[in-house]
């Protein structure tokens, strides 16, 4: 299985700052024939289920903020949080679905500073 | 609108079974492939189980091969999972997952259901 780590475990970050998590997988997960990178970001916000948030490594799911950004290819990957708000408290989670079973970083709780 | 609803989860004792169920509705689910994720408590997410969408198709984790089986009714619109030989690893919040044929990506997640293995 292609297993994916997360990077930090949590950071807390103020208000209006940018907020960084990365995310590597153990094997590329780039498909050549299509130019695409099969990695999908979620949040998860306490006593709720995960929320799809990126797709594709850096494709926004129809009305996330514009503030979220993924970017990376291969085996590296990045989820940013331009301006952090205070609805933005949650832990964060990158997926690649390059291969079944489709496996997950084990979480970046992000919390306010 | 799209929504995914779990039932069935509950307090079992070890070695015993239970049935979960999904009810997909907003959606044509028959053009959905399915997918079982559960979440420890305090825990990450850890996908258990996939089917596709005419339910040809199904993979499961090694943590419950040969224990778990999902499979589904499209006519019925709903999603299932039996777990047999339950193991107190097994709690957590299990939740059903949409995914597109040709995606991946789990969009949406249902609110899931807690399975509490325990004697």
């Known amino acids: 299985d292609i297993v994916m780590t997360q990077s930090p475990d949590s950071l807390a970050v103020s208000l209006g700052e940018r907020a960084t998590i990365n995310c590597k997988s153990s094997?590329?997960?780039?498909?050549?024939?299509?130019?695409?990178?099969?990695l999908a970001w979620y949040q998860q916000k306490p006593g709720q289920p995960p929320k799809l948030l990126i797709f594709?490594?850096?494709t926004r799911e129809s009305g996330v903020p514009d503030r979220f950004g993924g970017s990376g290819s291969g085996t590296d990957f990045t989820l940013t949080i331009s301006s952090l708000q205070a609805e933005d408290v949650a832990v964060y989670y990158c997926q690649q679905y390059y291969t079944t079973p489709g496996t997950f970083g084990q979480g970046t709780k992000v919390e306010i500073k | 609108e799209v929504q995914l609803v779990e039932s069935g989860g509950g307090l079992v004792q070890p070695g015993g079974s239970l049935r979960l169920s999904c009810a997909a509705s907003g959606f044509t689910f028959s053009s959905y492939d399915m997918n079982w994720v559960r979440q420890a408590p305090g825990k990450g997410l850890e996908w258990v189980s996939y089917?596709?969408?005419?339910?040809?198709?199904?993979y499961d984790a090694d943590s419950v091969r040969g224990r778990f089986t999902i499979s589904r009714d499209n006519a019925r619109n709903s999603l299932y999972l039996q777990m047999n030989s339950l193991r107190a690893e097994d709690t957590a919040i299990y939740y059903c997952?949409?995914?597109?044929?040709?995606?991946?990506?789990?969009?949406?997640w249902g609110q899931g259901t807690l399975v509490t293995v325990s004697s």
């Open positions: 594709w490594a850096s």
């Open positions: 094997q590329s997960v780039f498909y050549g024939s299509n130019n695409k990178d099969y």
């Open positions: 997952a949409r995914a597109l044929p040709g995606s991946g990506w789990f969009d949406p």
């Open positions: 089917i596709s969408s005419t339910g040809y198709n199904a």
